[in-house]
């Protein structure tokens, strides 16, 4: 599917809205505390899918110079944000204090918003070089 298309906006604005859902749900001591866990981490693990499938960087520009340089920032960027999903799927479920996993999560979401943000404006650029801007 092409990373524009409507269905793959929502299947990364679903998967965002899903974990932060699970995030905001009730979070007891015992067994509703591992079922917010084990909830958490499978919808973290939709956000990573989503992000790890995401197409970064311009793609029909010919290496245009402040295109490619955003488009590797952005790749980078992505790739930190996996990282910090990867080490905060282990916290989820092994940190005795959820709250702070918690807080972690809801900083990690917005800063996954920030780079979805950020390649869209980097892909409306893109087009708007393709077709010649305003001028």
Same mark, same amino acid.
């Given at each position: ?47 990573? %899918? =989503?992000?790890? +499938?995401? !197409? ?10 402040? $295109?490619?340089?955003? *488009? ?38 917005? %800063? =996954?918003?920030? +780079?979805? !943000? ?10 708007? $070089?393709?077709?010649? *801007?305003?001028?």
């Amino acid at each position: 599917m092409p990373p524009d298309t409507p269905a793959r906006q929502s299947g990364i604005h679903g998967a965002l809205a899903q974990l932060d859902r699970a995030l905001d749900s009730p979070r007891r001591d015992g067994v509703a505390l591992g079922n917010w866990r084990w909830t958490v981490r499978q919808r973290m693990t939709a956000v990573r %899918d =989503v992000l790890a +499938h995401e !197409q970064v960087g311009p793609q029909g520009t010919g290496g245009d110079g402040w $295109l490619a340089a955003r *488009g590797g920032a952005a790749f980078r960027e992505r790739e930190g944000l996996l990282l910090r999903l990867g080490a905060a799927g282990t916290q989820v479920l092994e940190a005795p204090d959820a709250e702070a996993v918690r807080v972690e999560l809801k900083r990690l979401l917005a %800063d =996954v918003a920030h +780079h979805l !943000q950020r390649v869209h404006d980097l892909a409306y650029d893109e087009v708007e $070089l393709e077709l010649g *801007g305003s001028e």
